[in-house]
């Protein structure tokens, strides 16, 4: 059996990666108290000793306003923990698989943003996650990079459970119209991974449900798919409201969507619209 080490594996991917994981993988999930990938101790220890085929990385400090008051946590985890984890899979000559995110872009333009297209991230946990991609090319070995955006699932927190618990409480909620991206389910991420390990990919990937939308987009998707699976009891007026209405400490690329044509072309597939997804997701909710 194949044996693949999952970092991070207490988080929504890790949950949709165990669960379509091919039967002859055997799954290894360190648990925090055993790993900490901001050491390299603990890292170099754990990794020879498993000598995994593969390191998948899922862990990361995703939150995005806290991380402008909190960098150094933030790098430690994002930057200093690729790059450990690079080193221990190059010396037993194993491939890490790294989730990035659509958050190294500054998000200014209006087409669909590619591999090569320049990073220019706007905020700390932005600056973070591409300087631990810059770090796993410094050290070398095999890699397969894939930024993602978006995620949910129906494990752990996240947008969609946020907007129906929301919805479920609140008479009307504003949600920004000048953001746009994909919202993306972790499950069809999954696949994807496990389906790019097969094919040996190597490099540096995009990653999304198709599709296009803005987080009010999202939100009336998720009230009326949501209403519709019976997880929604109350009406709910959702308005559009400007970014600089809703004032956070982190800027947010105003235009993320990616440009995925290079896994297209990889696996000959393409992603299911992201309100396809949506349903799917909440139909395991109900």
Known sequence: MKKIMIAGMGGQLGFELARTSADASLLVAPKENELDIT???????????????????????????????????????????????????????????????????????????????????????GKSKLAGEQEIARVGGDALIIRTAWLYSSFGNNFVKTMLRLMNERDSLGIVADQVGTPTWANSLARVI??????????????????????????????????????????????????????????????????KSSVYALTGGKPEHWRTNLRKMLSELR
């Not at 994002?78 to 990035?100: E, F, T, W």
């Not at 995009?206 to 987080?215: K, L, M, N, R």
């Open 39 to 125: 050491d390299r101790e603990s890292v170099n220890a754990f990794v020879s000793e498993l000598r995994p085929a593969v390191i998948i990385n899922c862990a990361a400090y995703t939150q995005v306003d806290k991380a402008e008051s909190e960098s150094e946590k933030a790098f430690a985890v994002n930057r200093d923990g690729p790059a450990y984890l690079a080193q221990a899979a190059k010396a037993c000559n194993a491939l890490l698989v790294h989730i990035s995110t659509d958050f190294v872009f500054a998000g200014t333009g209006g087409n669909p943003l590619r591999t090569d297209d320049a990073a220019a991230p706007l905020s700390v946990y």
């Open 194 to 259: 496990w389906q790019l390990i097969d094919l040996d990919a190597r490099g540096l990937y995009h990653w999304t449900d198709a599709g296009v939308a803005s987080w009010y987009d999202f939100a009336v998707a998720i009230y009326e798919e949501g209403r519709a699976a019976g997880l929604l009891s109350r009406d709910t007026e959702i308005k559009p409201i400007k970014t600089s209405d809703y004032p956070l400490p982190a800027a947010r690329p105003a235009f993320s969507v990616l440009d």
